[in-house]
């Protein structure tokens, strides 16, 4: 867990550090603070704690499935592990036409080009459908060979055996998720999104056992 950590944060650094370097020498993105300051920053600040609000509200939504997971025992933290990494590993190829769907669509309504913006919409989506479609075939197809990958244990295989469909049957789902998701991050929908997110996860939490 240490040596993941510490990854992650040197990863991240790396990361920030290039795009530093990169928007130094290759924009004329100045970095030095110029006044008047631009009229559209008030709302960029407000956007950004919209974002801030939702990410902890998926990070709780996250810990708190984990928590249930380990309440039931081992073999269903093992097989709670197991699941989430596929569905992580399924959301990075969907989220990347949500990405594309994010700056595109944004520049799409400001050039009022809404005709445009609903035919990206349904294009990306078809996309993505695609994507989850063949991700779906692949987990049918190899079922019990995917969780030989992560486990040898016969009990947290059973385990995760018995919702791993679950995972399957989610992830036309999550393209319509990740795909709007992106779309209205480039419109600037923020503050819609953060209540989505809020009202998913107080839906969430209404929806667990009392603590014994």
Not at 120 to 143: E, N, P, R, T
Not at 167 to 183: E, R, S
């Amino acid at each position: 867990m240490d040596g993941a950590a510490w990854a992650s944060l040197i990863s991240q650094a790396i990361m920030a550090l290039l795009a530093f370097i990169l928007l130094m020498k290759k924009t004329e993105i100045s970095m030095k603070l110029v006044f008047p300051l631009n009229k559209e920053l008030k709302r960029v600040i407000f956007m950004s704690l919209n974002l801030f609000v939702r990410a902890i509200a998926l990070n709780v939504a996250l810990i708190l499935a984990v928590r249930e997971a380990t309440a039931l025992g081992d073999r269903f933290i093992g097989a709670h592990t197991i699941a989430i990494n596929l569905w992580l590993f399924a959301a990075f190829f969907i989220d990347g036409f949500a990405a594309a769907g994010n700056s595109m669509g944004g520049k799409l309504l400001g050039a009022d080009d809404y005709d445009g913006l609903w035919k990206l919409a349904k294009k990306i989506v078809l996309y993505g459908m695609v994507v989850s479609l063949v991700l779906m075939m692949g987990g049918v197809l190899f079922y019990h060979p995917i969780g030989r990958l992560f486990s040898n244990d016969s009990l947290v295989l059973d385990t995760f055996y018995g919702i791993f469909y679950i995972v399957i049957l989610g992830l036309p789902m999550n393209t319509l998720a990740f795909v709007y998701d992106g779309l209205f991050k480039g419109l600037g929908e923020m503050k819609y999104l953060r209540n989505v997110l809020l009202a998913a996860t107080f839906f969430g939490i209404c929806t667990l056992p009392l603590p014994r």
